[in-house]
């Protein structure tokens, strides 16, 4: 067996290359490549199609090519994706779906139809009302018309049995990704804030199957040792992402360990496990019913809250990040709900502004430290 520095190193690399890493995997597999705006797109169809699905979420790097088309107020995240499809960094891609969240991804979804016609954008929309029998529904047919727009830009078929195999492969996926990260907690000395993230991330650009293989490995490779005696301060990250690398090297720097999430990026993707009644479809409409606290479904209850509150119970932390993407609507209004929730069970709860893009982070190192001061 590989050692455990070794694993964590290899796919840290992948996440760090993301563009090498998805060209490996098409290499390997003799596969195309179908792009993932930000969150819950129907991956499964894409892997029943013979393809890999490449998460796009932004990246370090905003330019200036998307200028002309979004206004300077709008996420980071667009604006990087954007202008990487504009240079052409998106070319080996078969098609692009893209989740209609928030205004800028619904103008997205027009923009690039005319500034980048040959990615061939798929529109993921999702129910309002996805609890009931309704929404349900409408979210099957909403995956059915996917899955054809998919077949006509990937040249295939996709068959029901291809469908259900694929789904049974994310499933076994997620079940992988709870227990890494209930795991990866109890050893801040070998992954810290930064691996965490990293090890998670690269699941964006690998092959699936590859992908779960190689998290398993590390799972048993981490339960073979000792769980570390440390002192570090618990905290428990929200947001819809928790990037650049800068940011997250500050909690290692300051004794703080990322025990448990909350990210769209991370534990949102994979938290849900779907009930066992029913057809690959009529299970992947019941995850998105049954996901909740995600600002960007719908969730009349506002049950982020209470869910930060068990986690915090349940993993013992000392307290909660609340990473804000600049820019970032549904997120921005969520927290002024979560700041009162907490505070009134006395939770201590960091509100950090982040962009994927930032040159500094002094001014977030002195919050940061003293977070970890009043922890
Ligand atoms: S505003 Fe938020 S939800 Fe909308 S595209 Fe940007 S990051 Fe995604």
Redesign the pocket.
């Known amino acids: 067996m590989k050692h455990i520095n070794d694993m964590i190193a290899e796919l840290v690399d992948v996440a760090n290359h993301p563009v090498r890493s998805v060209r490996t995997a098409m290499e390997r597999t003799g596969k195309k490549a179908v792009g993932c705006?930000?969150?819950y797109t129907p991956d499964e169809l894409i892997h029943a199609a013979g393809a890999i699905p490449v998460g796009m979420w932004?990246g370090p790097e905003m330019g200036n090519l998307s200028d002309r088309y979004y206004q300077t107020f709008?996420?980071?995240?667009?604006k990087a994706n954007t202008h990487q499809a504009l240079r052409g960094d998106y070319d080996f891609l078969s098609a692009v779906l893209v989740?209609a969240?928030?205004?800028?991804?619904k103008c997205?979804i027009e923009n690039w139809k005319v500034a980048v016609p040959h990615l061939n954008v798929i529109p993921v929309v999702y129910p309002q009302n996805r609890k009931l029998e309704a929404g349900r529904q409408f979210l099957i047919e909403e995956f059915q018309r996917i899955r054809k727009e998919l077949e006509k830009a990937l040249e295939t078929t996709i068959t029901d049995e291809a469908i259900e195999e694929s789904f049974a492969l994310y499933e076994a996926y997620r079940k992988a990704m709870r227990t890494f990260v209930d795991v990866a907690g109890r050893y801040p000395g070998l992954i810290d804030a930064t691996a965490r993230h990293a090890i998670i991330k690269a699941a964006c650009f690998m092959d699936k199957e590859e992908y779960t293989d190689k998290i398993n490995a590390l799972i048993e490779a981490l339960e073979a040792v000792s769980a570390e005696e440390h002192g570090q301060k618990k905290i428990i990250l929200t947001g819809?992402?928790a990037e650049p690398d800068e940011f997250l090297d500050l909690f290692g720097e300051n004794g703080l360990v990322v025990v448990a999430d909350d990210l769209?990026q991370e534990s949102r993707q994979f938290r849900v496990e779907a009930a066992a009644e029913g057809d690959a479809l009529t299970r992947m409409a019941g995850r998105i019913a049954d996901q909740d606290g995600c600002?960007?479904l719908y969730d009349d209850e506002k049950s982020r809250g209470a869910m930060l509150i068990d986690l915090k119970n349940k993993y013992n932390a000392d307290g909660i990040v609340y990473c804000q993407?600049k820019?970032?609507?549904?997120?921005e209004f969520d927290y002024p709900i979560v700041k009162r929730e907490m505070e009134e069970v006395g939770i201590p709860l960091l509100y950090i502004e982040i962009e994927q893009q930032m040159d500094s982070v002094e001014q977030l190192r002195t919050r940061i430290q003293t977070f970890a001061e009043i922890l």
Do not use: M, N, Q, R
């Not at 820019?327 to 997120?331: I, K």
């Open positions: 705006f930000p969150i932004g709008c996420c980071s995240v667009v989740t969240y928030c205004d800028t991804l997205t819809l992402l769209a600002s960007f993407l820019f970032c609507d549904p997120e």
